[in-house]
């Protein structure tokens, strides 16, 4: 077998021996990581918001439907979304996954499409803005809805939750992180790595948001940009599982410490961009498509779909 051929072989079946490489760290090894890198991350930064987001989501559901009944203005599918993409973000960010996305590539990888393809998603359908809303005093969140009512609010957000602008900015997102120069500029500094996570994070929110937001029949255009995106993304994902060069020489030195190759490393970090999020973009294509050709009500108001998530027309009424 010639030496590409090898090459890709080792990629596709790499997912083995990176598991267990995750899982358990070379003994008697001179070159191995320190056991430390492979604890929680527990920055204030990403865990206090974590945790007051939680809190807050679980207030402002107890107050709301302590009013208005179990189920009502959030329903139980929106709070277990909320559940999944909160959990998710807890384990991209603070699981060890965290600290090992700085020694391997692919799980650098995996790291990222957790956030973009599974965490945004859900939190987009569980809009939890209406829960966060609930959760502050009444003048508070009569002075909220107010402002999100304004004229300037409504247009400046209808303009970011645009599909064609959110596609555009997620894909200019993704493609500008992984130029090497920028992808080694988050390796070597915290405030870099922190603006890649959250561009990636926002990005993906304002994407899945314009395609999944309730009462928009988006049609063959939702599908077509669900559709655009997954090709675009899988094609970056197999530029890097095909290619015979390292794209980020900052893994060269910590990955044969985990008993990897650095090149077969990178081309399983583009195999989990090609394959599982490519998966992951078709599923969702296929439930909008269902959601187009079951739903027979009418579209939602403009000014309605125009407000953020969690502030749309069937919110109930602020006391």
Known sequence: MTAPGRRAALAVLGSAPAAACWAHMPENTPDSVPAWTFTWSFDPWVVAPLLLSAALYALGIARLWSRAGRGRGISMLQATAF???????????????????????????????LLMVLAAP???????????????????RRAL?????????????????????????HAVVLWGWHAPALFEAALADTAWHTWQHGSFLA???????????PGQRQGAAGMAYVFTTMLHTAFLGALLSLSNRIWYPGYLSSTPALGLD??????????????????????????LAARW????????????????PGCSGDMPATP
């Not at 859900?122 to 508070?140: D, E, F, K």
């Not at 990005?203 to 937001?213: E, I, M, P």
């Open 262 to 287: 650095p090149l077969a490393d990178q081309q399983l970090g583009g195999l989990l961009m090609w394959v599982p999020a490519g998966l992951a973009y078709l599923v969702s294509g296929l439930a």
């Open 83 to 113: 559940a999944g993409g909160w959990s998710t973000l807890a384990a991209a960010l603070v699981s060890p996954l965290d600290a090992l996305g700085g020694q391997l590539f692919s799980a650098h990888m995996l790291q990222h499409e």
């Open 203 to 213: 990005s993906a929110l304002l994407f899945w948001w314009a395609v999944l937001r």
């Open 145 to 169: 809805a107010a402002f999100l009512r304004c004229a300037a609010w409504r247009w400046a957000w209808r303009g970011l939750t645009a599909p064609l602008t959110a596609w555009a900015l």
């Open 122 to 140: 859900l939190l987009c359908l569980a809009q939890p803005l209406a829960a966060w809303t609930w959760a502050l005093p009444a003048a508070a």
């Open 293 to 308: 050709m079951t739903d027979a009500g009418p579209p939602q108001r403009a000014t309605a779909s125009a407000l953020p």
